[in-house]
């Protein structure tokens, strides 16, 4: 274990590092920055709940089992979210590792930078889930069989690969999807290396083998909720360019949504000149296996079962696109500097507005709401004796008022069903009139 710390960290120890020292100062910044901004969302306090129960939820196991010991040094919720920027500083670590160990140094450099100021990046790394755990995780898998295809005979990036695998299914199972681009890419290295192949398939078995508890879980637990999205096509597929790169949230009117056409045409265009290049490697392939096949198992289970099209499952992918965006763009500054110069000031303008839009948005990109530490606060500084608080949701738990609402009064809470919207006034008027008798301003 000790040997693959080593291993791990043995760039930070070379001359030369001071790039990516800087490039991970700017990822703390930008990670800590405002990070309390905004209050949390469903999500986050399900996070809570889920960390103080241990639960195998839906197999996401790993994150929950970090997070239960992190809770009892604070609950406070900036502590909180200190475990998801750990992660995301680890995947601008690891992205840095694989584009330089693919590539070259200016790759890994320009890719940790286009993934430090993500607006997608930033916004998960300030949540209390588990997305940068596995994104970073999924990273870890990628780099030790990308060490271990080019040096088959050493054991340690195989290990890596195996555990980073494992544990990045047990963080969320959506991580299976690499399986696929995993087996295509060892076939094509050792198509005609049969027993080479085969040590590797056994190696592969392992992870499979492995992972068979959360396959169960994610199958006991399927349909228990499920968010409604829109079934994704073409134009959506475009939007998600636009929001792993520059622009998370929907860009306002009226110039905005021009230039961020413009720029997730570039975008598209960079990585097409990556991947399409007479002179392509082997090494770009593997990235744009992991990037797009991931991806499109998310278009193409949201086509035929139902959507799952969305922005912080296909986050995943999202490391490897980066890394295309970075190849292309190296590509295009070699073929016409003055080119690449004009897409790079673009590029950075519009992640420079996108910036500006997440750090001042009191609305999360995705939409969802984080209205109740300010309906908490409100409440709390208009206490009075003998008020009783009434508080109707169809979340189920009364929690994400509890965790903010310090004051005395009494909670009533009502757990409304999803599905029973065709009389809610009346149904809440019964449930009024059933509390018990109290002087308060109800």
């Given at each position: 274990?000790?040997?693959?710390?080593?291993w791990?960290?043995?760039?930070?120890k070379?001359k030369?590092?001071?790039?990516?020292l800087?490039i991970?100062l700017?990822?703390?910044?930008?990670?800590?920055?405002?990070v309390n901004?905004?209050g949390?969302?469903?999500?986050?306090?399900i996070?809570?709940?889920?960390g103080?129960?241990m639960?195998?939820?839906?197999?996401?196991l790993?994150?929950?089992a970090?997070?239960?010991?992190?809770?009892?040094i604070s609950?406070?919720?900036v502590?909180?979210r200190?475990?998801a920027?750990?992660f995301a500083l680890l995947s601008?670590?690891?992205i840095?590792?694989?584009g330089?160990?693919l590539?070259s140094k200016k790759?890994?450099?320009?890719?940790?930078?286009?993934?430090?100021?993500?607006?997608l990046?930033?916004?998960?790394?300030?949540?209390?889930?588990?997305?940068?755990?596995?994104?970073?995780?999924g990273l870890?898998?990628?780099l030790?069989?990308?060490?271990s295809?080019?040096y088959p005979e050493?054991?340690?990036p195989r290990?890596?690969?195996?555990?980073?695998?494992?544990?990045?299914?047990?963080?969320?199972?959506?991580?299976?999807?690499?399986?696929?681009?995993d087996?295509l890419?060892?076939?094509?290295?050792?198509?005609?290396?049969?027993?080479?192949?085969?040590?590797y398939l056994?190696l592969?078995?392992t992870?499979?083998?492995a992972?068979?508890?959360?396959?169960?879980?994610?199958k006991?637990d399927?349909?228990?909720?499920?968010?409604?999205?829109?079934t994704?096509?073409?134009?959506?597929i475009?939007?998600e360019?636009?929001i792993?790169?520059?622009?998370?949230?929907?860009?306002?009117?009226?110039?905005?949504?021009l230039?961020?056409?413009?720029v997730?045409?570039?975008i598209?265009?960079v990585?097409?000149?990556?991947?399409i290049?007479?002179?392509r490697?082997?090494?770009v392939?593997?990235?744009?296996?992991?990037?797009?096949?991931?991806a499109?198992?998310i278009?193409?289970?949201?086509?035929?079962f139902?959507?799952?099209?969305?922005?912080?499952?296909?986050?995943?992918?999202?490391p490897?696109?980066i890394?295309?965006v970075?190849?292309?763009?190296f590509?295009?500054?070699?073929w016409q500097?003055i080119?690449?110069?004009v897409l790079?000031?673009i590029?950075m303008?519009t992640?420079?507005?996108?910036?500006?839009?997440?750090y001042?948005s009191?609305?999360?990109?995705?939409?969802?709401?984080?209205h109740?530490r300010?309906v908490?606060?409100?409440?709390?500084?208009?206490?009075?004796?003998?008020d009783?608080?009434?508080?109707?949701?169809?979340h189920g738990?009364s929690?994400?008022?509890?965790y903010y609402?310090?004051?005395?009064?009494?909670?009533?809470?009502?757990?409304?069903?999803?599905t029973?919207?065709?009389?809610v006034?009346?149904?809440l008027?019964n449930?009024?009139?059933?509390?018990?008798?109290?002087?308060?301003?109800i």
């Amino acid at each position: 274990m000790f040997n693959a710390f080593q291993w791990f960290i043995y760039p930070i120890k070379q001359k030369g590092r001071f790039p990516l020292l800087l490039i991970l100062l700017l990822g703390c910044f930008f990670y800590f920055y405002r990070v309390n901004f905004r209050g949390l969302w469903i999500d986050e306090f399900i996070s809570v709940l889920d960390g103080h129960k241990m639960s195998f939820n839906k197999g996401r196991l790993l994150y929950y089992a970090l997070l239960n010991p992190w809770m009892k040094i604070s609950d406070n919720e900036v502590c909180l979210r200190v475990q998801a920027i750990i992660f995301a500083l680890l995947s601008l670590y690891i992205i840095y590792r694989l584009g330089n160990y693919l590539f070259s140094k200016k790759v890994g450099l320009l890719a940790a930078v286009l993934l430090t100021i993500s607006p997608l990046f930033i916004n998960h790394s300030q949540e209390i889930r588990y997305y940068t755990m596995s994104v970073g995780l999924g990273l870890c898998g990628c780099l030790g069989l990308a060490h271990s295809l080019k040096y088959p005979e050493q054991k340690l990036p195989r290990f890596i690969w195996v555990v980073g695998r494992i544990l990045s299914f047990y963080t969320t199972p959506l991580n299976a999807a690499f399986l696929l681009p995993d087996i295509l890419i060892l076939w094509l290295k050792f198509k005609f290396k049969i027993s080479r192949l085969i040590s590797y398939l056994l190696l592969y078995l392992t992870i499979i083998i492995a992972s068979i508890p959360v396959a169960i879980s994610v199958k006991s637990d399927s349909g228990s909720h499920r968010v409604m999205l829109p079934t994704p096509g073409v134009r959506e597929i475009f939007r998600e360019l636009r929001i792993m790169t520059v622009f998370a949230h929907p860009p306002p009117l009226p110039y905005i949504p021009l230039l961020i056409q413009v720029v997730t045409l570039i975008i598209a265009t960079v990585i097409l000149v990556a991947i399409i290049q007479k002179t392509r490697t082997q090494e770009v392939i593997w990235v744009a296996l992991w990037g797009i096949i991931p991806a499109a198992s998310i278009f193409v289970f949201s086509n035929i079962f139902y959507s799952i099209w969305n922005s912080r499952y296909l986050i995943i992918s999202q490391p490897y696109f980066i890394l295309l965006v970075a190849i292309g763009f190296f590509k295009v500054f070699d073929w016409q500097k003055i080119i690449g110069v004009v897409l790079a000031v673009i590029y950075m303008l519009t992640v420079s507005l996108g910036l500006v839009t997440y750090y001042t948005s009191s609305k999360r990109y995705m939409g969802a709401l984080d209205h109740y530490r300010p309906v908490a606060q409100l409440i709390e500084s208009q206490d009075r004796d003998g008020d009783i608080i009434i508080y109707s949701t169809d979340h189920g738990t009364s929690f994400t008022l509890t965790y903010y609402y310090r004051g005395p009064a009494s909670m009533y809470f009502y757990r409304r069903e999803k599905t029973d919207k065709s009389n809610v006034p009346a149904h809440l008027k019964n449930w009024v009139e059933s509390l018990p008798p109290v002087d308060s301003r109800i």
